[in-house]
């Protein structure tokens, strides 16, 4: 006996696509630039990924709403922090909308003066390649122009709506 069909989705924003996508589980990372005008920004994504290993480029996506659209489009660089699981709290931080994200952390300058968080578990810096819209978020295409990792610390999972800083059963 077959399944059921779903039902096709009314909208693309809708609820059911939003939670089936939820289920894919993926890691954090905290996305960094710093304006022409020497500010620095930053904020949470869980939406990273690499697209080539020859040249080396990545994706990430920011949503068209976002307050930081003029900063990472204007930008020549920018930094991937992937956080262990120890760094939930900043990854909270810098996914809210209110209060210094900035306010003690601890970052040094990195290729074009993005920011490289310490305690980070990978750090990509990427000179920004190229950024196009496709539905309510801008893709950003970076080139990996230097990275680091380390292998001491697990990984901080986004799954379900949640954060897990312990692995999945």
């Known amino acids: ?59 990430w996506s920011l949503a068209c709403r976002s307050h930081a659209v003029p900063a990472f489009s204007a930008a020549t660089h920018y930094a991937i922090n992937v956080l262990p699981a120890d760094q939930h709290a900043l990854a909270l931080r810098f996914a809210s909308s209110t209060g210094d994200r900035w306010q003690g952390v601890d970052w040094q300058p990195g290729l074009g003066g993005a920011p490289l968080l310490a305690g980070a578990l990978a750090q990509f810096e990427c000179a920004n390649q190229h950024h196009q819209l ?35 059963a």
Not at 13 to 30: E, H, K, L, N, P
Not at 45 to 51: A, L, R, T, Y
């Open 1 to 59: 006996m077959l399944a059921p069909t779903p039902p096709l989705l009314s909208e693309p924003g809708s609820r059911q696509f939003r939670s089936a996508m939820g289920m894919f589980a993926t890691g954090v990372a905290i996305v960094t630039v710093r304006t022409a005008t020497g500010e620095v920004a930053g904020l949470t994504v869980n939406s990273f990924n690499s697209v080539s290993m020859h040249p080396p480029l990545i994706v």
């Open 134 to 168: 496709e539905g309510d978020h801008l893709l950003f295409i970076g080139r990996v122009e230097r990275c680091v990792h380390r292998s001491d610390a697990a990984p901080l999972v986004f799954h379900g709506g949640k954060f897990f800083t312990e692995p999945l």
